[in-house]
Each structure stands twice: as C-alpha cells, then as structure tokens.
C-alpha cells in the first residue's frame, strides 16, 4: 500500500489561515480540533478543514506546502473557493457528536479515490503577462 501525504489549508470561523503538511491527515485535524498541541492553530482556533491535496512524495508535499505557503492571501483564498467554494469543513463528517480526542476519525473513502493529486495552476495574474 502506498503511503500518503497531505497538504492542507485550514480555516478559523473568522477565516484566518494555516497551511500545513501530514502523513496523516486524520492524526492532524484531530490535533488540531481539539487543541492538542500549542501553537498557532490553538491560540486563533483554526480547525476547520477546507482544502486539501495528496500526494504520493513526501518532497512534492512539502514543495507544495512551501508553494502555498508563500502565496498571498488572495491566491489562497482562490484556490480554496475554486474546490471548496462554501468554505465548507471536510472534515465535520469525520467526527461524531460525542468526539473526544481518543476518535480515530478516517477520511471518506472518496478521498483515496483522488489520490492522484496534482497542482492546481496559478490563478491568473495582471502582473504576468500571457497567464491570463
């Protein structure tokens, strides 16, 4: 079985962001939802899912990760109303109502369907001439 990576872009209700890297992104959102780990994510509440890609290369995630991560805001946003365009959370189904941080949640399995992951291009730009 192939292992997997994900890069992800998360969202607090107020809509800051974080950008991340896994190789499991049920492990992460887990730590993220429930404020496992310090950091960032805790401290503004950012844990709603609302982007992700997979990949087959941990180098290819993290040289997408460091890609979105130096994007603008904009682009970010772009990319995330281009698949997700009701910033809805993925991942709320993964959780039960009686979620603790013990839940093993998994994601749907038309997720392993997509694994095959690419990246999306650039949107067009006004300051590059020809991409757009």
Known sequence: MEKLYYV????????????????????RIVQHRFKLKPGFTSKYNIFRLVYFEMFGDIRMAIAR???????????????IKKHNPTWADLA??????SS???ATPAPPQSVKA???????????????PGSG
């Open 8 to 27: 992800y872009i998360l969202a607090s209700r107020s809509r800051n962001l974080y950008t991340g890297v896994t190789n499991s992104v049920r492990r």
């Open 65 to 79: 990760e460091k890609e979105i991560k130096a994007w603008r805001r904009e682009k970010k946003v772009w990319l």
């Open 92 to 97: 709320a189904d993964w959780f039960a109502k």
């Open 100 to 102: 603790s941080p013990r």
């Open 114 to 128: 997509t694994a095959k992951a690419t990246a999306d291009p650039s949107p067009p730009s006004k300051i590059r």
